[in-house]
């Protein structure tokens, strides 16, 4: 974890697991580790910068971080959303992805961290449908599967996750 970052506290958003997009470390953590099947999982991002100059950071489409989702035997699980295009495409159907952003463009500043307050990205709904289960959650996509440490696990249960 990114020396910035472990200074933060952890108890309203959870604590952070990080990858890299090059240039600046890519962080998501959960309140919770355990979820019913069909409930909407959620995560929160976390941006942390480890240079030596500010880098601009900005909401694009509906999420600042894409996760990965991969089952304990490291494969990939495919989101639903791209279950739908491939059918379309299946289907004949020519589709275009648009996105726009209307959210600000924000300064991280070098060697610090943003909590998901800061970013005011929390609770980013993540768009899968998990069969019950354990599974690892990661901002980045790992080749071969993500290895431990590299994501947030979590279980997915039928009925209340509290039993």
């Known amino acids: 974890m990114p020396a910035a970052c472990a200074k933060k ?17 890519l962080g998501i953590s959960m309140k919770k580790d355990s979820f019913r099947k069909g409930e909407g999982i959620t995560v ?3 941006v942390a910068n480890p240079s030596s100059r500010p880098i601009a950071f900005s909401r694009i ?3 600042w971080v894409d996760v990965n989702v991969y089952n304990m035997q490291g494969r990939e699980i ?4 791209r279950k ?11 589709t275009v992805e648009n996105c726009s952003s209307s959210y600000p463009v ?4 070098p060697r610090s961290c943003k909590d998901p307050d800061e970013l005011g990205a929390a609770d ?14 990661t901002p980045v ?11 947030v696990t979590i279980t997915i249960v039928e009925g209340d996750p509290r039993h």
């Open 61 to 63: 489409c509906m999420s």
């Open 84 to 94: 739908r295009q491939r059918e379309r495409q299946k289907n004949g159907d020519k």
């Open 106 to 109: 924000l300064t991280v500043e």
């Open 44 to 46: 929160n991002t976390w």
């Open 141 to 151: 996509p790992y080749p071969k599967g993500p290895k431990p440490g590299q994501g």
């Open 9 to 25: 506290d952890f108890t309203t958003a959870g604590r952070p697991v990080f990858g890299t997009d090059g240039k600046s470390l």
């Open 78 to 81: 495919e989101p639903e959303h």
């Open 124 to 137: 980013e709904f993540i768009d899968y449908d998990l069969q019950p289960g354990r599974y690892i959650v």
